[in-house]
């Protein structure tokens, strides 16, 4: 008989997660968690100004405090080709600043020492002479008349411009706006923040001189490309580097990119020949590695008299800090902007975009999406919302008018679509909330004053890159991996290219391979983010993972389930033909009494193998997934804002995803509520601002808010479920979705409140103070820096 | 710099320890004692990753320094259970998918177990009040107020109280 998949730990199972154990009892192994024999510690000293020139560096002081066994500056750097390092975007960042500064908290000069105090104190006497520049805190500055070039270092660059992109049809988009009935625009800031996870970023770099191997134990999201990266960075072998991505505490894209920490400490570890570890601290977390957002959108909807969307115009301008170190498939110079307005039949559209050198930390990342997919979908949210607004039609309305509605589809930007079932899911959150209720509700709450907004967001997303055609990360094409052995009692090793930072990998992808060969979960270790035990992957981020590692993790299950069918033919003596498959085992189709379990057949490949075939039971795949999967969801939020004091609070929240087949339905919802808290914060509370000089305003938790679980609200979580046609188990990715639709859902609430005072938009955060101003003033309310009085 | 002696209780067995007076109450017990279950986040007091309980009552590590803890009792996550059994609380987080990465994991733990002593049936409303110190970034917060619960109820069926 076949297994019971849901009692092994299976396709749809909640099981347990297998990290828990020892994250419970304080036996997690982070970065920072390990101790080596002999291991210093280093410190990075950084700039003050955002920009300066930088006249000298003294050193002296530092190299006499007893306990520093390295003062590293630029200049040194510089001898080892080291004083600047290429991007995953194509250009270059320095690693330790010699000619200016370009951003306040910039790497300058680092110290080694015997603990970090130490490192601290040398760092301290270190004196620096800056002289200060004017100082370019967004893209309109950057691109004045009179704008100081930050990029003074970069031949041929004339000005602040870092790239230039353009994707759709603009001749036929120009038509459709002149045809046009309506023509709504939108106009607003989608402000920076910070990915943020608890954990900074850190390395424990460990070159071994007698065996001139280097082991990087790193808190990276893709062992993989760091190995590869440092190998072409450093120039040192690279079957002589070993990265080694413990337990993580949080990633949400802060720890894909390469940081000047990590490449200064691997040079110190070689020059002193020791163990050399890095931890940054919060604020140089938050002030210099991966920020994400920091988008100033223009756009247009042109719209026929019955409500149907006829053509789209998007432009916009991106702050991409000093130097453009975006994480980023290398065709696409904006992330996936451009899967805007994917969930919508639009005929014609067409997008711009500009970047921007700024004097602000470098690095965009995808903080919890897909590639500026958080970006793309608020903004297409909030003009679709803006425009029924306008119009004067039901917003729940005016998206079903515009839903795509037959699959394939190719999207206006030109992605392709290959599954969905927008209204479904639309119509059950509609359900869930109450809709129509609460709209009769708010129109009573109105006539007595009361502010109570109802917000829609929905949405689809491309999760999973690649396909190799079209993806790649510095040529590296995005694929992923996993190898599969089979122990000669049945219990297995999985070992796959992608690294978990919470998402919870053991768990689920131990799933996957019970769901494929009937093997308990809990038979089966899984291991991830050694770069010498795992094969290649790109890592884990842009919710790739079960898209691709996790596809993987079911080829490679699937060919040991073919090596198996062999043995189980010789075993039960009859012809591979005769055999029929179930959950676990192998029969003979004639007598299915007679059968092979998967754990006799890995016993019989070790001892009872039939001539001619090999030993052993394993197999590895690598997967190159044909499209995206393309989940989507229905998010809906009610508040009541008081209007004395512009605070606003949620009074319901409800979620509804399609992800496809869900692994561990447990998980996903736990990833969902994880998503929806950073949407919320993101909404209201979360971003890094700056002033006019380029001071960094969030630097650390007490002026950087993210929410407490005081503030944030109850999640209401439903599911449609609509499998993936071409993953092999109908999987989708799913760990980003309620942070990419959920901003929306919480803006359009407020603004749907505040709909009758005329009022149109508010950047995020939406402050109370700015909900006030807007309420008192009746006016909209901006956002981006300088801040005012600043 | 000068080094002091201090005797520190800690996960109930007496030490003695020998800290300069800079040192950090999360440095002293993750470099000097080789407790690394408390985790260091923010520095600020904000974050609460480092939260230990001192004489019971949760308190954050990063702004502590090591001799502040002189003759006084501390309680880390390695001594929240016992070798044998795990505290209610880390079954709940286990049973409720209370954790995703596990780094806020262990202080959020300790301000929980510590309600739980004062307040054995709290609402939900007191969890998320009580727990207001400790920022998680992955969860949401729901799952950590239902594995709270779980070890309410867990505690309740023991002791019956």
Partial sequence: MAVDEISVGGLGARVKRVEDDRLIRGKGNFTDDFKLPGMLHMEILRSPHAHARIVSVDTTKAWAIPGVHLVLTGELMAQRNLAWMPTLSYDTQAVLA?????????????????????????????????????????????????????????????????????????????????????????????????????????????????????????????????????????????HMIRVIAPDIGGGFGNKVPVYPGYVVATLASILVGRPVKWIEDKTGNLISTGFARDMYFRGELAIDHRGKIEGLRIAVDTDNGAFFSDAQPTKFKVGLLHSAFACYDIPYGHLTSQGHYTNKAPGGVAYRCSFRVTEAMFF?????????????????????????????????????????????????????????????????????????GIGISTMTEPLGAGNSREFDIIGIKMFDSAELRVHPSGKAVLKIGSKTQGQGHETTFAQIVTHELGIPSTDILVHHGDTDNTPFGMGTYASRSTPTAGAATSMASRKVRAKARKLAAHLLEVSEDDLEWELGRFYVRDAPQRGATIQDCALAAYTNMPDGLEPGLENHAYYDPPNMTWPFAAYLAAVEIDPETGVWEVLRFVAVDDCGVRINPMIVEGQIMGGLAEAYAMSNMQFITFDSTGNCIGANYMDFLLPTAWETPKWELHEVVTPCPHHPIGAKGVGECATVGGPAAFVNAVMDALAPLGVRNIDMPVFSGRVWEAITQQHDVAGYPPLPGH | MEIKQIKVTVNGEPRVVEVEPRLLCVHMLREVLGLTGTHL??????????????????????????????????????????????????????????????????????????LLEDTPNPTDDDIRWAISGNLCRCTGYQNIINSVQWAARKMEAVHGR
């Fill in chain 1, 98 to 238: 010699m000619d200016k500064v370009r951003f306040q908290g910039q790497e300058v000069a680092a110290v080694v020492a015997d603990d970090p105090y130490i490192a601290k104190d040398a760092c301290e006497a270190i004196e620096v002479t800056y002289e200060p520049l004017p100082a370019i805190v967004n893209p309109m500055q950057a691109v004045a008349a009179d704008a100081p070039l930050i990029r003074d270092d970069k031949d041929g660059q004339t000005d602040n411009v870092c790239y230039r992109w353009e994707v759709g049809d603009k001749a036929m988009t120009d038509r459709a706006f002149e045809r046009a009935a309506r023509v709504v625009k939108l106009d607003c800031f989608y402000p920076r923040s910070h990915p943020s996870p608890i954990e900074c970023c850190g390395t424990i770099a460990d070159f071994n001189p007698a065996t001139a191997k280097l082991t990087l134990y790193m808190t990276t999201q893709a062992p993989h490309i760091i190995r590869t990266a440092v190998a072409l960075v450093a120039e040192l072998p690279e």
């Fill in chain 1, 380 to 452: 297409q949210e909030r003009l679709i919302a803006a425009a029924a607004q306008d119009i004067g039609i039901d917003p729940a309305e005016f998206r079903r008018i515009n839903f795509v509605r037959d699959f394939p589809w190719r999207t206006t930007y030109g992605m392709l679509l290959d599954s969905g079932d927008y209204d479904k899911c639309l119509t059950l959150a509609l359900k869930k909330l109450g809709y129509e209720e609460l709209r009769r509700e708010q129109a009573e709450a109105r006539k007595q004053g009361r502010y109570i």
């Fill in chain 2, 41 to 114: 986040g923010c520095d600020t007091t904000s974050c609460g990753a480092c939260t230990v309980l001192l004489d019971g009552l949760p308190v954050k590590s990063c702004t502590l320094f090591g001799i502040q803890t002189d003759g006084h009792e501390l309680t880390t996550v390695e001594g929240l259970g016992w070798p044998s059994e795990l505290h209610p609380v880390q079954e709940g987080f286990r049973e409720e998918h209370g954790l995703q990465c596990g780094f806020c994991t262990p202080g959020m733990m300790l301000t929980a177990a510590a």
